[in-house]
């Protein structure tokens, strides 16, 4: 039964070995590197290799295996793999810093893995809360640079995440009243016609949490400045695995209590995709701090994805049916193209438009790949974004969702607005002094390529 | 590493000669067929061909694209590779479009052009390039976003009724949609398409564009482009949505209409030249657009016709001008003056080009107009008399332009002017050569047209026929 929890563990020994070697080797990040390298990537190995037929159940323990959420820790452990390079590099200057981020980013993800195991709803709070602390503290970890901004980003954060979890438990809590358990697979799975009052109020609560958590839109206000407060490697994390987690956080909360997304609910869904995108693009036309407008841009792709979330419906393989397949090919390609255009900003310090200006000259295989990656955002073929939004649309059209299809793609103009500018900065303005070659840096280059791989190899596909 | 790029186009031109000499006009269907799937669960395939409406799109892209690259050799000295990439990326994204049998595959060529095209103005092109290529990109792919819903739209409708999904045009073709599904995917199809004609009032992306483009980029704009909207009311919206098409005709003989005589008539006003010959595309492919829309065989082989010639005429005068641009650095008429003095093969040139576009008998563009007026006067007289005006307008504006560059006292930058240099003339020979060729003996062109535009409008009013009288 241990076996279950083998990448768990060996996350958890690994975030608590790079702390001892943090305090133990001052300034030596390189070897806490490699340490949480290797461990992700033995978690990652033991957990896709554990894939034998596990039961939907494990009863005598409050853990279920989830595989709809099973695909999308893959995915957040690649994500998390690639921002630990970027972090080294990034705090090349400051090796115990390094360390200090990357044993948070390791408790995050066991905080990830934690909720993704979620048999009760207790265990994923719990995850929850492991999932973020870790966050609130990385955000601040860019002080010695930005000063109070970070801590100014990180305590918006916490605050506001910490009334999120406040709802999530008061919900919990009304769940509990009405149901008598706290299971997550239990009397709900039946169906949604045991949902009383007391249960819908619950839900209410929790589904305000989950879409925090999504930064959709109305509950999206902390995601902007945490993400500029916040180190570039960090704020790559929280655009990618922590999205991803939230994904599986809305699947296991709203699918295990009501058997699916409860059909009242499609409308209310269908509208907070509509605003989420088009506020998400509309308000990042004006950014130039480029971490920022990639939080918008992060809103806005939320939007778009809730296209697909609305046509979900219980039963079939995984506990769900409907739009899974491009659900889980839009998070893919979403994490590769914003990892991507993360570890572009994060290799040459970019955090204004100003930086990005005349990036075609300094590094040209940079800056295509940016544009590629930006390209890939607005939706351009023959990329994967271009496809992720093809299958979405293609599915609202063919329920009937015509009006949703026809937003999703009036939003993708708009959001050419905003990733125009940055390709037209790297491109088409010249910065003033002159424009030496600068080299990309290994890690960052190892990061940039392997996500342009697969933005340009999952754009070809099925 | 030029010399690389222009080896790559002349090939592919050599290849669509082959095309165009072992193209049988009379066979029915698709030629040259290739078909692959490629995402069976989606219905699509890598399905490319051509037919009697495609072919000479082709043929015209893969002619001016070395003549572009011809004319660029001295203008573009920065960043030529990028250029070299960026054109041929572009040429391989127009043949794509003009090929796909796949409304997919359509799709993606279709963006395919905007990234190239973005570049090419927005590095390669004068001093509000930014501004301009912006407003393009951001404008086509607004239409283009929203031809993507509509493309959807024709999936989902086809798969509701039959049953399965599949975008190949050539089975979307055999079953046709229902009318109520019909009327929202025109409208999306419409704006995608529209946009890129451009007809009025979609146009306003287009000056800009063409002004702040550099000469190569222009050609293609004009000369190929702006054909892709046009191709695709022919090749999707058309033959897949009959009825809203056909409800939609007034509409469009209408706004083509305007665009004839409003693009004629801000011409008149440009002392820009380029701007006064973007203008005029606008009224050219107006005039396609009523062929088109007049739905009968003299009307709809006339308007894909002029697309051919308005290509081969307006990449002209956009070469010549940016050969212009190249010795005078400025494209203002109030600037030059007298200049066939000074460069008097160039004035001839221009001037067979100018004819050309104003339609004199003879000359190419004059068949075009001639047969989509004739095919709109089968539909209604009153607005052919109305398209008339649109010609004598485009003589009147193009001899006033050649009149007051060409002719009369010197202006001030005359002086420092030089005539056609040898490689100059090569690239404008061939297009010389055609505008006789397609004036004096149009069968050349009409030949594979016909049957294929006999086809479309049996697509049209046959399942108009066959599903009932609205």
Not at chain 2, 186 to 206: D, E, R, V
Not at chain 2, 311 to 329: D, K, N, P, Q, W
Not at chain 2, 433 to 456: K, N, Q, S
Request: charged residues 10%; proline residues 4%; positive net charge.
């Amino acid at each position: 039964m241990m076996a279950f929890a083998v990448p768990e563990i060996i996350l958890c020994a690994a975030s608590l070995t790079v702390l001892v070697l943090d305090s133990l080797f001052q300034g030596r990040g390189r070897l806490s590197l490699w340490t949480a390298l290797f461990a992700v990537s033995a978690a990652l190995a033991v957990f896709i290799l554990n894939q034998a037929p596990l039961p939907f159940f494990l009863a005598h323990a409050n853990l279920a295996r989830d595989p709809l959420g099973q695909v999308i820790q893959v995915f957040i452990l690649l994500a998390g793999l690639g921002v630990l390079i970027l972090l080294a590099d990034y705090f090349r200057d400051d090796p115990a810093a390094s360390s200090r981020v990357s044993a948070l980013i390791l408790f995050s993800l066991l905080g990830m893995f934690v909720l993704a195991s979620a048999g009760d709803f207790l265990v994923l709070y719990l995850g929850l809360e492991l999932m973020t602390f870790p966050i609130y503290l990385a955000v601040a970890s860019h002080a010695a640079r930005k000063g109070r901004l970070s801590y100014e980003a990180s305590v918006k954060y916490f605050v506001m995440g910490g009334i999120a979890s406040a709802f999530f438990l008061y919900g919990v809590s009304l769940v509990f009243a009405a149901g008598g358990t706290l299971k997550l697979y239990g009397p709900w799975a039946q169906g949604p016609g045991v949902l009383t009052a007391l249960s819908v109020t619950g839900l209410t609560l929790m589904a305000a949490t989950v879409f925090f958590k999504l930064s959709a839109v109305p509950l999206h206000f902390w995601a902007p400045d945490a993400y500029e407060g916040a180190p570039t490697p960090v704020t790559a994390f929280m655009a990618t695995a922590v999205k991803g987690a939230a994904f599986i956080f809305l699947f296991k909360t709203l699918g295990a209590l009501a058997g699916g997304i409860p059909a009242q609910w499609t409308g209310l869904i269908a509208l907070i995709s509509l605003i989420s995108m088009t506020w998400g693009n509309w308000l990042a036309i004006r950014q130039t701090h480029l971490n920022r407008l990639m939080a918008y841009s992060s809103i806005a792709h939320v939007g778009y994805m809730l296209i697909g979330v609305t046509g979900l419906n219980a039963g079939g393989s995984g506990g769900w049916s409907g739009p899974v397949e491009s659900l889980l090919f839009y998070l893919a390609s979403y994490m590769a193209m914003t990892l991507g255009a993360f570890s572009v900003l994060s290799a040459f310090r970019i955090e204004t438009l100003d930086d990005v200006r005349g990036l075609s000259k300094r590094s040209p295989v940079a800056a295509a790949l940016l544009a590629l990656f930006l390209l890939s955002l607005t939706g351009i073929p023959p990329t994967a974004g271009f496809l992720a939004k093809f299958y979405i649309f293609l599915d609202a059209v063919k329920e009937g969702r015509v009006g949703l299809a026809i937003a999703g793609a009036l939003n993708s103009a708009l959001a050419a607005f905003y990733y125009l500018k940055v390709i037209r900065a790297a491109y088409l303005e010249e910065e003033e002094g002159d424009a030496r070659r600068v080299p990309i840096p290994r890690g960052p280059a190892a990061v940039m390529i392997a996500c342009a791989a697969l933005v340009i190899f999952l754009g070809l596909c099925r | 590493m030029r010399a690389f790029a222009l080896g790559a186009s002349l090939f592919v031109l050599l290849l669509s000669a082959v095309l165009a000499l072992a193209f049988e006009p009379a066979a029915p269907g698709f030629q040259f067929l290739v078909r692959a799937p490629w995402s069976s669960s989606y219905g699509i395939t890598y399905s490319v061909g051509v037919d009697g409406l495609s072919l000479g799109l082709v043929v015209l892209t893969a002619l001016l694209t070395p003549l572009s690259l011809l004319v660029s050799y001295r203008s573009i000295q920065d960043r030529v590779r990028g250029f070299l990439i960026a054109f041929l990326i572009l040429e391989t994204g127009l043949i794509g479009v003009f090929i796909a049998l796949d409304l997919f595959l359509f799709y993606i060529f279709w963006e395919l052009v905007l990234v190239p095209m973005y570049f090419i103005i927005g590095v390669w092109g004068h001093e509000n390039r930014i501004y301009a290529t912006t407003k393009f990109v951001l404008y086509t792919l607004f239409g283009s976003l929203l031809m993507l819903v509509g493309i959807l739209g024709i999936a989902a409708a086809h798969a509701k009724e039959t049953g399965v999904i599949t975008f190949e045009l050539a089975r979307l073709y055999q079953t046709g949609l229902t009318p109520s599904w019909q009327g929202w995917i025109f409208l999306c199809l419409f704006f995608g398409f529209a946009i890129k004609i451009p007809l009025f009032p979609f146009h306003t992306w287009l000056p800009d564009a063409h002004v702040q483009a550099p000469a190569a980029g222009s050609v293609m704009l004009a000369g190929v482009l702006l054909k892709m909207g046009v191709y695709g009311f022919l090749r999707v919206a058309l033959p897949i949505l009959s009825q809203a098409s056909l409800a939609a005709v007034p509409l469009l003989l209408g706004l083509g209409l305007i665009g004839v005589v409003y693009g004629a008539f801000v011409a008149l006003a440009q002392d820009d030249m380029k701007r006064l010959v973007a203008y005029s595309s606008v009224a050219h492919l107006g005039f396609s657009v009523i062929g088109i829309f007049s739905l009968n065989l003299e009307g709809v082989s006339g308007g894909v016709l002029q697309m051919l010639n308005h290509g081969i005429s307006t990449g002209a005068l956009f070469l010549l001008l940016g050969i212009l641009y190249e010795r005078g650095h400025s494209y203002r008429i109030s600037d030059y003056g007298g200049v066939a003095m000074r460069m008097p093969r160039f004035a001839a040139f221009f001037g067979i080009f100018a004819f050309s576009s104003m339609g004199l008998p003879g000359l190419n563009n004059f068949v075009g107009e001639f047969l989509s007026i004739f095919g709109l006067f089968k539909v209604n007289r009153a607005a052919s008399v109305f398209a008339l005006l649109g010609v004598v307008l485009a003589a009147w504006y193009m001899l006033k332009l050649y009149q007051r560059v060409f002719l009369g006292a010197p202006g001030v930058l005359t002086g420092r002017l030089r005539d056609l240099s040898g490689r100059e003339i090569a690239l404008l020979t061939p297009l010389v050569i055609l505008v006789f060729w397609l004036g004096i003996y149009p069968e050349t062109a009409l030949g594979p047209i016909r049957p294929g535009a006999e086809r479309l409008i049996d697509a049209v009013q046959g399942r108009f026929v066959m599903e009932g009288v609205l």
